[in-house]
């Protein structure tokens, strides 16, 4: 192996670690804003199951929607 190829392969080798760097880093980040909302989102949902048909008028949507919303997993 020349000193141009070794030097290719080097620096292929730390492009790859700080992209592996930065997606697992996002994924740390993402996962720890899921954990963050879920009880927070999870509270909303069930209080939006839960809201009589004036509220739901108030806020613009109808009881169909606010049953779907509260039927949507954690993580969405």
Do not use: Y
């Not at 999870?42 to 739901?56: F, G, I, P, S």
């Amino acid at each position: 192996m020349t000193g141009t190829q070794n030097s290719t392969r080097t620096s292929a080798q730390r492009s790859l670690r700080a992209i592996s760097k930065i997606v697992v880093s996002r994924i740390a980040h993402v996962s720890w804003l899921l954990l963050c909302h879920w009880p927070e989102r999870r509270q909303q949902r069930l209080a939006l199951r839960e809201m009589e048909a004036h509220h739901l008028v108030d806020i613009g949507i109808t009881r169909r929607e606010a049953l779907q919303e509260s039927r949507k997993p954690f993580w969405r």
